[in-house]
């Protein structure tokens, strides 16, 4: 799609994210599942923050890590989300933008402050998020900026966003913006949580034939079709979309591209906080789809670009990717 202005624009939550070493124990007390996301509101928040004892603040956002990842890479990369006029909202601004990524989305004035997400990670190096969507759960349609989806190549679309109504709307606009412009719509399940809450939304949506590409993960998938069969469930998924990518962790991903599977592994890496590892699987597979590579080497992208980011703190790259895809032999 050489046309495109960019490979990859990103629709989702503008989070704040506050990241923070916990052990096993610390979930217990709070009541929270170990690798969840759950939603909190601002007293709540506060009561995680307390846990606390040192944390490392950064700009966050499953979307926003996805594209901040295809700027990395070299890749043309632009953001839609909903931040507010305050400090936090400022800096996010700033972060994304310093990445290389377009981001014009009008702040909220005098409403709910910037969101932020604490992210507990345990000594394995699983997340748990407890976020609060403040501002993020304001954008609607009038943000979806018109020509913005059609100047993509691809349109990702957060599954976490189908949480406010509104933002939903949105979302569903932007997809069906896409298909009729001759783009791609691009879909990421989130959380298996997410998937319990959406999942009559999720598959209209994956059914309207407007996504052409989705994102899931072992867990998310079999809760999509309410299976503990991730082979059949990886299957289904491949029905419903031309190309459906299920990431498995350690054991690599499964990329079904019109009923036809191949499995790639993962990079090996000692793991030191998972935190955005499957947002960076995504963008280093869109920047490869964008630019015409097969669905294997999309897959071994995605996988250089995870293990980067789950090798330290924090769910935005380090290092520059695109140089770690050219040592791979990629090239764009």
């Not at 993020?136 to 190549?153: F, P, R």
Request: proline content about 3%; aromatic content about 6%; charged content about 20%.
């Amino acid at each position: 799609m050489t046309d495109a202005r960019f490979d990859v624009l990103g629709i989702g939550n503008a989070i704040f994210d506050i990241l923070g070493h916990v052990h096993d124990d610390a979930l217990e007390k709070l009541g929270v599942a170990k690798g969840s996301m759950r939603l909190v509101d601002e007293a709540e928040a506060r009561a995680v923050d307390a846990v606390l004892t040192d944390s490392v603040r950064v700009s966050g956002g499953s979307a926003g890590n996805t594209v901040a990842g295809v700027a990395s890479l070299g890749g043309r990369a632009a953001f839609i989300g909903k931040v507010a006029d305050d400090a936090n909202g400022e800096a996010y601004v700033h972060d994304m933008r310093h990445a290389g990524v377009a981001f014009t989305t009008p702040p909220l004035i005098g409403g709910a402050p910037t969101a932020t997400s604490t992210i507990l990670v345990t000594p394995d190096g699983e997340r748990t998020m407890n976020t609060f969507l403040g501002a993020s759960q304001e954008l609607t349609e009038a943000d979806i900026t018109e020509g913005l989806v059609e100047d993509a190549a691809i349109t990702f679309l957060e599954g976490y966003l189908f949480d406010p109504p509104a933002a939903m709307a949105a979302f569903r606009l932007a997809a069906s913006r896409a298909t009729a412009a001759g783009r791609i719509a691009a879909l990421t399940l989130s959380d298996s949580f997410c998937v319990e809450r959406h999942r009559d939304d999720f598959m209209t949506l994956l059914k309207s034939g407007d996504v052409g590409l989705c994102f899931a993960n072992a867990a998310e998938v079999k809760s999509l079709f309410q299976t503990d069969d991730l082979d059949a469930a990886a299957a289904e998924l491949g029905k419903l979309v031309p190309t459906a990518v299920v990431t498995m962790s350690e054991k690599g991903a499964r990329v079904i591209t019109d009923g036809e599977a191949a499995d790639v592994p993962a990079d090996p890496v000692k793991v030191v906080d998972l935190t955005g590892a499957g947002d960076l699987f995504a963008g280093g597979f869109m920047l490869g789809h964008a630019r015409g590579l097969a669905p294997a080497d999309c897959a071994r992208l995605g996988a250089i670009c995870a293990a980067e980011v789950i090798s330290h703190f924090g769910a935005r790259p380090q290092t520059t990717l695109a140089d770690l895809a050219k040592t791979a032999g990629f090239t764009f």
